[in-house]
Nanobody
Framework: QVMLEESGGDSVQAGGSLRLSCTPTTYLISLYCMAWFRQPLGKEREGVAAIITNGSTTYADSVKGRFAISRDNEKNILYLQMNNLEPGDSGKYYC?????????????????????????WGQGTQVAVDS
């Protein structure tokens, strides 16, 4: 059963913007602790951004200043606003949930995102950035 559903992926020119959305498919998942990951073709999955229970956010260095993660608690939607997109941002983007509350130590280990902390995943949405 798919627990999260992403949308908003598209093909854009470098310098363009996209906004990804992620919606839980069941009331059992809250947006307390969420993250976006991406997997470029032929490469390993990497963390992009996360938002924790108290609203604090964290980003991969490669997207800092260009991407913004946010959540709308009323609509129960997680967003990833992506600006000034680069070809290196291409890949399949996944949203993920820890299924509960968390702090920053739970979602990051140094420069890496701790993917094992996230137990619910969507099926991904494709982003392609052309140079």
């Amino acid at each position: 059963q798919v627990m999260l559903e992403e949308s908003g992926g598209d093909s854009v020119q470098a310098g363009g913007s996209l906004r990804l959305s992620c919606t839980p498919t069941t009331y059992l998942i809250s947006l307390y602790c969420m993250a976006w990951f991406r997997q470029p073709l032929g490469k390993e999955r990497e963390g992009v951004a996360a938002i924790i229970t108290n609203g604090s956010t964290t980003y991969a260095d490669s997207v800092k200043g260009r991407f913004a993660i946010s959540r709308d608690n009323e609509k129960n939607i997680l967003y990833l606003q992506m600006n000034n997109l680069e070809p290196g941002d291409s890949g399949k983007y996944y949203c993920a949930s820890t299924g509960g509350y968390c702090d920053m130590d739970y979602v990051r280990r140094g420069v890496d995102f701790n993917a094992r902390s996230f137990i619910y995943w969507g099926q991904g949405t494709q982003v392609a950035v052309d140079s």
